[in-house]
């Protein structure tokens, strides 16, 4: 069974930064292509940056150039780095794993931008 595990979020202030990191057990991270997430009260879960199990990654234009995504295959951990952080960030993220028909999600951390 595949399991993912999201840590980092925090509360932090307008122009901050945090780092979210995603662990995946029970099967080779190294199939899947990765994605973050997010969802704001009221809205829609989004998609905020993916990377795919060569490396290419893709960005919402809300956050290029703002956030990055990675991953480490020896550790089985994906991460978001989140720079100048705003108030419309604020949401709760989620690491997904993809494999065609298949997808796995982890259960968000939240993260929240003061003005």
């Known amino acids: 069974q595949v399991q993912l595990v999201e840590s980092g979020g925090d509360l932090v202030q307008a122009g901050g930064s945090l780092r979210l990191s995603c662990v995946v057990s029970?099967?080779?991270?190294?199939?899947?292509?990765m994605g973050w997430y997010r969802q704001a009260p009221g809205s829609q879960r989004e998609s905020v940056a993916m990377?795919?199990?060569?490396?290419?990654?893709g960005y919402s234009d809300s956050v290029k150039g703002r956030f990055t995504i990675s991953r480490d295959n020896t550790k089985s951990t994906v991460y978001l780095q989140m720079s100048s952080l705003k108030p419309e960030d604020t949401a709760v993220y989620y690491c997904?794993?993809?494999?065609?028909?298949?997808?796995?999600w982890g259960q968000g951390t939240q993260v929240t931008v003061s003005s």
């Open positions: 997904n794993a993809n494999l065609q028909s298949q997808n796995y």
């Open positions: 029970g099967s080779s991270f190294t199939i899947y292509h």
């Open positions: 990377i795919t199990r060569n490396g290419d990654t």
